[in-house]
């Protein structure tokens, strides 16, 4: 029943009715609002529902709403979109996902980045430290993370401008000012907090839906030769606040439910306060195309540490969540050397270059590079979803 | 002229009308709104300004006005206080500070902390790393830093609930779960921006005051445990993010040019981007109370690295800023032992405790403990200005 939309929907669309995801859009000559995407269409839901939580330029105030309202809203937008009955009403409301503008879809408040793959930290261990063991020793105890940059996470298609920073290779006695040369990427997948907390109270792994809201894609652009000479001893700075990219669309949890796996074995047995009851690792399928080209298929469900866990260990402390909180979970990459979210694992640290089918090759990004990363997931009674892209072009170092 | 005011001043106030800090209060029965100090009063701006952009419980609209605004209030608020002919209509505007409640200033956009004072820094060296230089290699090459939680800077007079998290002493062979046992102070100077930048630009040091509003206290309270077995590689986390407090009373840039001296000798040259024109640093004289007992007197100019340095380094890479970010010295402490400005410092690690008057002793501290954090400079005329102070008091830790 749910399954069929009266909205013609593509086969193999990444917006069939069964996911519903959430964005801002700017119609032409209107102003930003949020939608829902569905097929090649998204639905104006200040229009369709009559509720001006949804003429906003952001998803915040309808993210601090909590969940309750989040299902009721979801399974509206669903009843419209099925029944033909609705069909006349509701139709004014749509509008041709190509014929408007998708911009940044939450006002973050804060963002945290973890660290969460284990072949990725590992690949990064033997990369850097080949003598020693590939994960620190508290890596397997807590899911390793720290603070970035709210102020320049961006909207998929916003310009990614080439940083410019201190560096100094091994080899040279005295860092040198210049445009990043190991300018990267980062493939996440990134979680949007709805409900607060308080400070002083923590928030369990049993209560990760009642505060994420959803799941959106993340590029964590990267300028390795900057972080690797700045992040001893407070970790990284200017090597990753330049920019981090976001998808415009923001997939509800319950779109993902039948996406839910089994955390992965954890050995050590992890702490009380990280044990789950009910695992949120989720099957997540993403791409990375480096100028269109398919260089890498993170598995999501590879992941060590769960969003849940995630959630768990940033709260522990006491640390409040605030509406609009994002985090992600750090580069996504699996055991094949095809499936490293990172230009610096794909390249194994430039003893590998990716090799291009216009011939070229890669070790990092150049300009004009253009990245895009894409996922799929199972969804609702046997459909596929997807979540639309997140892209960003490589646009020149600027001389001040 | 202007060193006198007609609301009555006490000798050695913190606010003489030379300094004309900015905060938000509440009086009894009204809302938040942005208030100025003079002497034992604030001033209620929105009244006596007839101004909207003051009727509102944060500062950032009139931090988003820029320095020629800041500069307009600034002149027209010491003629109000200065001139008696006002006398008759600026009263009614007056309030004794004692009978408002003051909140935190600012809604912080984003929150780095640098690591700025070179005493600081190699203390910590010298404790952890006894074999090795206390300074790491990059140190004097630029000013380290990283993002801290800006979800959870709170007011002065908050309560610091004590934090949970996994701890993993030398010793022990597995990581444990618990109230932190090494809970800490970090007294440190806050810069709060007002005039944003744009993303893929650099703000260079001779645009400080462009940007910057003002100055606050800062105690970044710290987890020294937790702290100490997450920060690995990517830094410090959980053992920061439970709490920062900072002062109610901004003051602004241009009460503090008296306070301007030169930043220390620099060896070696920073690179061209990190090099000022006219130096801002500042000859802030801190004071650290431990129940009501100095335990310190950090001297602020002693700071290795300039807050107009910080500045252009945090923007170097092209990171934007945003009316509202926060950027804080990191833990100032000077040469004496009687100048360092954490507890770690102060009691070296455990291996000299900090006495107290009550015959206690202090490595870290503990529940109910309060500390205060106060700070005088130079002040125009002649005259002497105060900061007000951040106190915060430990409460216990929560079972859940």
Request: glycine share 8%.
């Amino acid at each position: 029943m749910t399954t069929t939309s009266w909205v013609p929907v593509t086969e193999g669309s990444d917006f069939p009715v069964t996911n519903l995801p959430y964005g801002v859009f700017t119609p032409e000559g209107g102003s930003a609002r949020v939608g829902a995407a569905i097929g090649e269409y998204v639905l104006d839901l200040a229009a369709a529902l009559d509720d001006a939580v949804f003429a906003q330029p952001s998803l915040n105030a309808f993210l601090a709403q909590g969940r309750p309202r989040w299902q009721q809203v979801r399974a509206r937008i669903t009843e419209l979109l099925t029944d033909e009955a609705h069909r006349e009403l509701v139709e004014p409301a749509l509008h041709r996902i190509d014929e408007v503008r998708l911009s940044l879809p939450f006002e973050v408040a804060d963002y945290v980045d973890f660290y969460a793959s284990e072949y990725h930290a590992s690949n990064i261990g033997r990369m850097f430290r080949p003598d020693s063991p590939p994960l620190m020793p508290n890596w397997k105890h807590l899911p390793v993370g720290y603070h970035g940059r709210a102020g320049t996470v961006v909207g998929s298609g916003e310009p990614v401008v080439r940083p410019c920073g201190q560096r100094k290779p091994p080899q040279d006695a005295e860092p040198t000012f210049g445009p990043s040369q190991r300018l990267d990427i980062e493939a996440e997948v990134g979680f949007v907090v709805g409900t607060p907390s308080s400070m002083g109270t923590r928030v369990s792994t049993d209560e990760f839906a009642e505060h994420v809201f959803g799941v959106c894609l993340v590029n964590d652009w990267s300028a390795r030769d900057i972080q690797g000479w700045e992040y001893v001893p407070l970790g990284p700075f200017l090597g990753k606040s330049f920019a981090t990219s976001v998808s415009p669309w923001i997939v509800p949890l319950d779109a993902l439910e039948p996406a839910r796996v089994a955390t992965p074995p954890q050995e050590p047995e992890p702490l009380d306060y990280l044990r789950e009851q009910q695992s949120w690792a989720l099957d997540l399928a993403l791409e990375v195309r480096l100028n269109d080209e398919v260089v890498s298929r993170p598995p999501f469900d590879t992941l060590y540490w769960s969003p849940a866990q995630q959630l768990a260990h940033m709260t522990v402390n006491g640390a409040s969540l605030r509406t609009g909180d994002l985090y992600a979970s750090g580069t996504v990459s699996g055991p094949e050397p095809d499936q490293r979210g990172s230009l610096i694992e794909l390249s194994w640290n430039g003893h590998d270059p990716v090799k291009l089918d216009d011939g070229s090759q890669r070790v990092f990004l150049e300009d004009d590079d253009t990245v895009t990363i894409r996922a799929t997931a199972p969804g609702i009674e046997g459909t596929r979803i997807g979540f639309g892209e997140v892209t960003g072009t490589v646009h020149p170092a600027r001389e001040s």
